[in-house]
């Protein structure tokens, strides 16, 4: 029975494709974060778009982690030369963190 569930988690994995993030919650928790003050999908604004970090890591085996890094814990970052608190987001559960790093990275 088990050896049964396995080859069917298997085969689901193999169905469900790498853009199949989960992109209502994802934009919900970038909205509850206040992300989009900075970030827009496709549009710079002070900071870069989401399609732009998307390209920029593209077929980089670290981007997870880094990004995953870069929206959990606060840094600074440069807004023209001034210095601004790059904020993170609020919530602890590393399953919607994962599904938005990766809706990001699959822009
Ligand atoms: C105060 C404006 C501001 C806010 C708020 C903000 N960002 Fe950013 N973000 C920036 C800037 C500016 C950069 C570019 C930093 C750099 O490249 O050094 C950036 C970079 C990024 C990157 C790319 C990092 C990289 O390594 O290239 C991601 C992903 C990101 N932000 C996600 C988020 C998320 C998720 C939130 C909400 C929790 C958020 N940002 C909130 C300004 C902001």
């Known amino acids: 029975m088990k050896r049964h569930l396995a080859v069917l988690a298997c085969s689901l994995a193999v169905a469900v494709p790498a853009y199949a993030a989960d992109e209502a919650d994802a934009m919900a928790l970038l909205e509850d974060s206040k992300c989009f003050k900075c970030h827009s999908v ?3 604004k002070d900071g870069p778009a989401y399609k732009e970090v998307a ?14 890094k870069h929206v959990t814990q606060p840094s600074k970052v440069k ?3 001034v210095e601004e608190d790059h904020g993170a987001v609020k919530i602890r559960s590393e399953a919607r963190i994962k599904n938005l790093v990766q809706w990001i990275l699959s822009r």
Request: charged share 50%; aromatic share 4%.
């Open 42 to 44: 496709d549009k710079k």
């Open 55 to 68: 390209a920029k890591y593209k077929g980089k085996p670290e981007a997870e982690a880094k990004l995953t």
């Open 79 to 81: 807004i023209d030369g």
